[in-house]
């Protein structure tokens, strides 16, 4: 959610990858200075800073993390995928948004063409589900916790000081 947040305002662009680079777009190929989002631009993005590799398209990454978790609608957590579809059928997603606050449906997003990465709702009737890119068990080998995240650091390092209450050291 950090790294997502810390795209708010960044133009979007259809097939846009963000800092990752461009993608094919003959909007955003060869534009490696000023490079703007798409919807699963920024969630790529957003979850390769926690190590967790997600397909670059929105229908891959519904496929992919369905497969993983699909979370019942009420049962969202912050991190989770949300993903919508324009098509009558609502089973074919065409975008997709990290919840931020499941109690206020609220998500980031990279909405469409001519706006930002904004804070928005999903508290809409086009959305087709909600998916968790993670699992404890699915990621456990790589040493990701069962938030999704990983440490950062590397084999053979040690965490010498955790979290909480300090002491000056004078």
């Not at 891959?60 to 992919?64: F, I, K, L």
């Not at 948004?97 to 469409?112: Q, W, Y």
């Not at 790589?142 to 965490?159: F, H, K, Q």
């Given at each position: ?20 680079g ?17 919807c ?19 229908a ?5 993390t369905?497969?993983i ?25 065409t975008h ?17 063409t001519?706006?930002v ?7 809409r ?46």
């Open positions: 959610i950090t790294a997502a947040r810390s795209q708010l305002g960044v133009p979007y662009v259809y097939g846009g990858g963000g800092p990752d461009p993608s094919a777009s003959p909007i955003a190929k060869g534009n490696f200075n000023d490079i703007g989002f798409d699963s631009g920024l969630t790529s993005y957003a979850y390769a800073q926690a190590s967790v590799k997600l397909p670059r398209t929105t891959q990454q519904w496929a992919e369905r497969a978790q699909e979370v019942p609608a009420g049962e969202e957590k912050p991190g989770d995928l949300v993903f919508f579809s324009s098509s009558s059928s609502l089973t074919k997603p997709v948004g990290i919840v931020l606050d499941p109690s206020r449906k609220k998500m980031i997003e990279a909405p469409t001519g706006e990465v904004r804070e928005g709702s999903y508290d009737t086009d959305v087709i589900g909600f998916t968790r890119p993670f699992t404890e068990e699915h990621y456990d080998s790589a040493g990701i916790t069962a938030e999704g995240w990983r440490a950062p650091l590397n084999d053979g390092y040690s965490i010498t000081s955790y979290y909480g209450r300090r002491f000056h050291p004078i």
